[in-house]
């Protein structure tokens, strides 16, 4: 499990799991040093993709299918385990609610919360053009895709650095364009509450079919800056105290 999970503050006894899935181009240092900052009664497991850190090694995954069966198979014991609720942040929003989803399907299992941020629903018509994008190889143009897909993206001025998160950026959005959720005539998939998170300066996105995939409560938060809204001390305090409520009250 510690090839796929970044857990810097083991909490055995703790009532529930928050599992983190990062952005595109993310590592675990950011999401893994959630685990001190939260109280004894929520454990932090950050996930960590193939191609980067530990598993720098290692193919990048090609579809989100790849994604999804192995944050499945290595995990699927501790969420037998205990309650868990998810955090995903622009891609990972896609990836915490695609093993989320299949979660449920497959084996009944379902967050006690779902935290989103930074994306657009996945029923939404605006993932249509976006999974249709060209992405270019340049670095340049890269980045100037990157402004369509995620946001505001800065890149190092070292020119290994820019060249190791370009690669790794790249290779996620290519991960991103594999996501696929077909509503169509299915039941209402969830029935846990569901809280997104956006950045007032960010790119406007679609967040309203969240309402059509739970039947619990949705609830939606504005918070000052940009894609990156979540690095600012103020509003990752914000997120701590908010998702340890939530998870508190969740019937655990």
Known sequence: ?????????????????????????????????WGKLFNNSIEVFCIRLPGRETRLGEPFAKDM???VNEVTSVLLKELKEKPFAFFGHSLGTYTSFAVALHLKEK????PVHLFMSAAHAPNSAAL?????????????????????????YELPCNENLRRNI??????????????????AERNIPFSCDVTYFSASDDKIYDVQGWRELTSGDTSFYEL????????????????????????ENASL
């Open 224 to 247: 000052p800056g940009d894609h990156f809204y979540l690095l600012k001390p103020d509003n990752e305090s914000f997120l701590i105290k908010h998702i340890t409520r939530c998870i």
């Open 1 to 33: 499990m510690e090839k796929l999970v970044a857990c810097v503050q083991k909490r055995p006894d703790a009532l529930c799991r928050l599992i983190c899935f990062p952005w595109s181009g993310g590592g675990t240092s950011y999401f893994a040093e």
């Open 128 to 152: 249509v053009p976006l999974k249709s994008t060209v992405v270019p190889d340049d670095n340049n143009e890269f980045l100037a895709c990157m402004g369509i897909l995620g946001g505001n």
């Open 65 to 67: 299918a790849s994604v």
């Open 166 to 183: 370009a690669l790794t950026s790249r290779e996620d959005i290519r991960l991103f364009q594999t996501f696929s959720f077909e509503k």
């Open 107 to 110: 084996y009944g299992l379902e």
